[in-house]
């Protein structure tokens, strides 16, 4: 091997290790945990899956945690709607149709979502630090189904019981996320009925 390739491959490797340590401290979309679908409510209380609500973990090219990373839900491609009122930690971006909230020292997020309305498609955009942790998003769904009187009421609780009854397939009034519409998501439901505040959507 002469002096000059055994030169450009020491510069190489330098390169290499420059990149790698810039990409530390980076969340990296590889070694992130992202929840597949956001439930939300007009209460705040985390639903979903286990563990509730939706929760992100932020890691870099390392696989450590970042801590104080801010994760940004941007629900700006779906018809969904994102309430002015948000959880304690949660800041709300009307404008940019968005909320954000800021990872723990484990570099992990749970979001209790204020939203209406629901997408079956994977449109609801997920970042951490201005990086895009899933290509084109995550499905979305609220026990305000119909999006329209800012609150979890008996126009949502009559699609609610359509589905339950002749479209048990239905994703959009699947709230605990088991695969189908069942007295799980009902229970989940009618807790946002009967206690649930009435918030205003954002403009």
Request: hydrophobic share 40%; aromatic share 4%.
């Given at each position: ?51 509730a609500g939706f929760d992100v973990t ?124 069942g007295l799980g998501d009902l229970a ?16």
């Amino acid at each position: 091997m002469t002096g000059m390739v055994r030169k450009a491959l020491t510069i190489a490797a330098g390169f290499a290790v420059v990149a790698s340590v810039a990409s530390a401290g980076v969340p990296d979309p590889g070694f992130c945990s992202i929840d597949a679908v956001v439930v939300g409510n007009v209460s705040g209380t985390p639903i979903g899956g286990a563990p509730a609500g939706f929760d992100v973990t932020v890691r870099d090219i390392t696989n450590a945690p970042l801590s104080g990373i801010t994760v940004t839900l941007d629900f700006a491609a779906s018809a969904m709607k994102v309430y002015t009122t948000q959880n304690a930690g949660t800041t709300v971006n009307c404008a940019a149709k968005s909320i954000s909230r800021v990872t723990n020292g484990s570099g992990a997020v749970n979001f209790g979502a204020r939203v209406g309305r629901f997408t079956n498609s994977n449109v609801v955009g997920v970042s951490a630090g201005g990086v895009t942790l899933v290509a084109g998003g995550v499905k979305g769904r609220s026990t305000d189904i119909d999006g329209i009187d800012g609150k979890t009421g008996l126009g949502d609780l009559a699609l609610l019981s359509t589905n339950l009854l002749t479209n048990p397939a239905a994703q959009q009034t699947d709230f605990d996320l088991n695969g189908s519409t069942g007295l799980g998501d009902l229970a989940l439901f009618t807790t946002e009925l009967l206690t649930g505040p009435t918030l205003a959507y954002c403009p």
